[in-house]
């Protein structure tokens, strides 16, 4: 039987534990991978699904919406975006969709993301919406669209971690290289996790990660953290006829397993000390600055 010191310093741990959360900002994981249908938001859904089963509270950002795939895997279609933030016709809140799983999803299109350069009150309005919402969250997962665009930039630099997606074809592998080289060039010090996805063993997805890594370590003097492999599976294409994220439509799949150990893997990774960190809109303002300073 605990002691009753045991328990008050039980007790007083949970208090600090929940103060220092009150007092930091969400962490913000940012899921990108250069090439297209390489599994990004899947992975990026089901990741925030696990998380939240980690009663970890969560938001899904859609950086992504023109391509509408979020509503597909989650069954659900948002019904206000930033845009309509912008207008004055809605509050953030009211923007913000809850889905059953428990995770919430702010949808932001690409284009309405270059309200990043907007006018100052947009900008305020922006600021003063972000910082009211960003402190009821532990994570802020952002579904990226492919290619290196500005806005994807932008949203990988704005990240306190990145995850890159990449699956076993040439294609994908000079894609990720490719988004390797910009971020580690403008934030040498960012996270950057390598999750192989759609491989055949979990083998395969090491290796991949061991091959590449050598590669940007020699040429870029970047290291890839090994996020763990998600194998090809049915199951994923299966829950996504059934619009249901694939770790509660199949729990005890091996994609389910799999992610497990890429959820576990991520949460272990300290994230950058961020000086650290600023309101997630001021935060992409900074870095959509510095985007626009790559030639
Ligand atoms: N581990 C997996 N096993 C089997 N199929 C998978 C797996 N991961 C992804 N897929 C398949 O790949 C398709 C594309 O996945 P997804 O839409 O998540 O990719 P994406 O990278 O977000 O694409 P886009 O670049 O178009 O946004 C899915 O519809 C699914 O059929
Ligand atoms: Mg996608």
Same mark, same amino acid.
């Given at each position: 039987? $605990?002691?009753?010191?045991?328990?008050?310093?039980?007790?007083?741990? #949970?208090?600090? #534990?929940?103060?220092?959360?009150?007092?930091?900002?969400?962490?913000? /994981?940012?899921?990108?991978?250069?090439?297209?249908?390489?599994?990004?938001?899947?992975?990026? #859904?089901?990741?925030?699904?696990?998380?939240?089963?980690?009663?970890?509270?969560?938001?899904?950002?859609?950086?992504?919406?023109?391509?509408?795939?979020?509503?597909?895997?989650?069954?659900?279609?948002?019904?206000?975006?930033?845009?309509?933030?912008?207008?004055?016709?809605?509050? /953030?809140?009211?923007?913000?969709?809850?889905?059953?799983?428990?995770?919430?999803?702010?949808?932001?299109?690409?284009?309405?993301?270059?309200?990043?350069?907007?006018?100052?009150?947009?900008?305020? #309005?922006?600021?003063?919406?972000?910082?009211?919402?960003?402190?009821?969250?532990?994570? /802020?997962?952002?579904?990226? !669209? !492919?290619?290196?665009?500005?806005?994807?930039?932008?949203?990988?630099?704005?990240?306190?971690?990145?995850?890159?997606?990449?699956?076993?074809?040439?294609?994908?592998?000079?894609?990720?290289?490719?988004?390797?080289?910009?971020?580690?060039?403008?934030?040498?010090?960012?996270?950057?996790?390598?999750?192989?996805?759609?491989?055949?063993?979990?083998?395969?997805?090491?290796?991949?990660?061991?091959? $590449?890594?050598?590669?940007?370590?020699?040429?870029?003097?970047?290291?890839?953290?090994?996020?763990?492999?998600?194998?090809?599976?049915?199951?994923?294409?299966?829950?996504?006829?059934?619009?249901?994220?694939?770790?509660?439509?199949?729990?005890?799949?091996? !994609?389910?397993?799999?992610?497990?150990?890429?959820?576990?893997?991520?949460?272990?990774?300290?994230?950058?000390?961020?000086?650290?960190?600023?309101?997630?809109?001021?935060?992409?303002?900074?870095?959509?600055?510095?985007?626009?300073?790559?030639?």
């Amino acid at each position: 039987m $605990l002691k009753a010191s045991q328990t008050l310093e039980a007790a007083v741990d #949970v208090v600090r #534990v929940e103060s220092t959360r009150q007092a930091t900002m969400p962490e913000i /994981i940012t899921v990108t991978s250069g090439k297209g249908g390489v599994g990004k938001t899947n992975l990026a #859904v089901n990741l925030g699904v696990l998380l939240r089963q980690r009663k970890q509270r969560v938001l899904m950002m859609d950086a992504d919406l023109h391509l509408g795939k979020l509503d597909i895997i989650l069954g659900a279609s948002p019904q206000y975006t930033l845009a309509d933030l912008v207008d004055g016709s809605r509050t /953030i809140e009211e923007i913000i969709m809850s889905h059953p799983s428990g995770i919430d999803v702010l949808p932001a299109t690409s284009g309405e993301l270059n309200l990043l350069d907007a006018d100052q009150r947009i900008m305020k #309005v922006m600021a003063e919406s972000f910082s009211r919402i960003q402190n009821n969250y532990d994570y /802020i997962i952002v579904d990226t !669209a !492919a290619g290196i665009s500005t806005t994807v930039l932008t949203m990988a630099l704005g990240a306190d971690k990145v995850i890159l997606v990449i699956t076993p074809e040439p294609a994908s592998i000079s894609d990720v290289y490719a988004m390797v080289k910009v971020i580690s060039h403008k934030s040498p010090e960012l996270p950057l996790i390598l999750v192989p996805n759609r491989v055949k063993s979990l083998d395969d997805g090491l290796e991949l990660h061991k091959k $590449l890594n050598l590669i940007t370590q020699k040429f870029l003097h970047t290291n890839l953290h090994y996020g763990g492999s998600v194998v090809e599976d049915g199951a994923v294409r299966q829950a996504i006829v059934r619009q249901r994220p694939f770790v509660l439509e199949f729990p005890k799949s091996q !994609a389910t397993y799999n992610l497990q150990l890429v959820c576990h893997r991520m949460l272990k990774l300290q994230p950058t000390q961020f000086s650290k960190r600023s309101n997630i809109f001021d935060r992409l303002r900074v870095k959509r600055k510095v985007v626009a300073t790559l030639s």
